[in-house]
């Protein structure tokens, strides 16, 4: 098992910045994929950036150039830096920890509300 366990959300204007963290504790490997994804209401959870443990990263279009995804391996935290915020960003954001040794496993954290006003 793994546990996640995510902080930083909250409200901020159009522009403001957040930073996401995600804390893993538990049964972790050493290769891994960790994410964040978000689920605004009325929509399907979808990815908004990914890193490997090798710090491989892969966001999605409408956060490129805005948002960074970061890590620290050594505390199995994972950040989401998040820029020029707009009210389209507003939205539960869900960590998750992947891997593939001999089999798959994937596990989420709770959330964080991100709520950004116009």
């Known amino acids: 098992q793994v546990q996640l366990v995510e902080s930083g959300g909250g409200l901020v204007q159009a522009g403001g910045s957040l930073r996401l963290s995600c804390v893993a504790s538990?049964?972790?490997?050493?290769?891994?994929?960790m994410g964040w994804y978000r689920q605004a209401p009325g929509k399907q959870r979808e990815l908004v950036a990914a890193i490997t443990s090798g710090g491989n990263t892969n966001y999605a279009d409408a956060v490129k150039g805005r948002f960074t995804i970061s890590r620290a391996n050594a505390r199995n935290t994972v950040y989401l830096q998040m820029n020029s915020l707009k009210p389209e960003d507003t939205a539960v954001y869900y960590c998750?920890?992947?891997?593939?040794?001999?089999?798959?496993?994937?596990?989420w954290g709770q959330g964080t509300q991100v709520t950004v006003s116009s």
């Open positions: 998750k920890y992947e891997s593939w040794s001999g089999s798959y496993r994937g596990y």
């Open positions: 538990g049964s972790i490997f050493s290769s891994n994929t």
